[in-house]
């Protein structure tokens, strides 16, 4: 307790800065970028077997817009909402120790 005494504006510092970079990298991570993902690309492969299997030919789907199944357009609503929470909770958590940081103590 000696230590987190006398260093605690330093940790409180150090930890919210830490914190906004975190939500800051996350942000940036997740931020869409030009081109097919890897993700994209698995998922056009998955609707191409699927159409094999089940007799389509493939000259046709390529014609056609490739659409996501339900499960695929879930998991991504689903990780982009996850992503979006973990950005504002990271970016919260570090303004907060940073502004705690800078009270001034009486």
Do not use: C
Not at 22 to 33: C, E, L, N, R, S
Not at 46 to 68: C, F, I, P, Q, T
Request: net charge positive; hydrophobic share 45%; charged share 25%.
């Amino acid at each position: 307790m000696e230590i987190f005494n006398k260093y605690k504006l330093v940790i409180f510092r150090s930890v919210g800065a830490l914190m906004l970079l975190v939500g800051f990298g996350a942000h940036f991570w997740v931020t869409p970028k030009e081109g097919y993902t890897q993700a994209q690309i698995a998922a056009a492969n998955v609707a191409r077997m699927e159409a094999s299997v089940a007799g389509e030919s493939s000259a046709s789907k390529k014609a056609a817009k490739s659409k996501d199944s339900p499960f695929l357009e879930e998991f991504k609503n689903t990780k982009e909402k996850q992503m979006r929470y973990l950005t504002i909770i990271a970016m919260i958590l570090g303004i907060g120790f940073l502004g705690y940081s800078f009270i001034k103590k009486e």
